[in-house]
């Protein structure tokens, strides 16, 4: 069974900084690229990065771009989204996504909540 | 990377139809076939419901239908059901990005 869990949210001051975690078991992860999309509180789905399956390959949302840092260890089936100068509006649930030309497996998602 | 545009809200009675348009640039939804469609129920993650345009996951009712022309996607629901009531994104691949549509709303009458 094809399972993502993310982890490594949580509260944070404007300017700090968070890194997330999402561990995946179930497939070969290696062949996979893995996206983070976010979901401000009551908004809709906002795509944050990607990143190759062999980690050689990353993209950011011009939003997140030059604050941002996406990563992956295959020999630990895990991604991280390294984030930092965080703002208000990066105030979130942050989802991890397998893609495939299309996102057919999601994890449960973690809350990062930007506020002094 | 602009928001691909969808309606904030549609509706129906059980047993109707509808559809949901979404609609990018020539750089987006116009420039491939990888389009998709996601229902959140709420406090839920995304479900895939239509990918490559027009394909069904396993698992999904043939009253999930999806197509495109130019650049205008759509997400078809047939004999709507209550448990259809949720959000619907519709998602396109760019090259270097992906966008989603803001999000449509649907609510079961």
């Known amino acids: 069974e094809v399972q993502l869990v993310e982890s490594g949210g949580g509260l944070v001051q404007p300017g700090g900084s968070l890194r997330l975690s999402c561990v995946a078991s179930g497939f070969t992860f290696s062949t996979y690229a893995i996206n983070w999309v976010r979901q401000a509180p009551g908004e809709g789905l906002e795509w944050v990065s990607a990143?190759?399956?062999?980690?050689?390959?990353?993209y950011y949302a011009d939003s997140v771009n030059g604050r941002c840092t996406i990563s992956r260890d295959n020999s630990k089936n895990t991604v991280y989204l390294q984030m930092n100068s965080l703002r208000a509006e990066d105030t979130a649930v942050y989802f991890c996504?397998?893609?495939?030309?299309?996102?057919?497996?999601w994890g449960q998602g973690t809350l990062v909540t930007v506020s002094s | 990377q602009s928001a691909l545009t969808q309606p904030r809200s549609v509706s129906g009675s059980p047993g109707q139809s509808v559809t949901i348009s979404c609609t990018g640039t020539s750089g987006d939804v116009g420039s491939n076939n990888y389009v998709s469609w996601y229902q959140q129920h709420p406090g839920k993650a995304p479900k895939l419901i239509i990918y490559d345009v027009n394909k069904r996951p396993s698992g999904v009712p043939d009253r999930f239908s999806g197509s495109k022309s130019g650049n205008t996607a759509s997400l078809t629901i047939s004999g709507l059901q209550a448990e259809d009531e949720a959000d619907y994104y519709c998602?396109?691949?760019?090259?270097?990005?992906?966008?989603f549509g803001g999000g449509t709303t649907l609510t079961v009458l």
């Open positions: 990143i190759s399956g062999g980690g050689e390959t990353t």
């Open positions: 996504a397998r893609w495939i030309s299309n996102y057919d497996y």
């Open positions: 998602c396109s691949y760019a090259v270097t990005y992906v966008v």
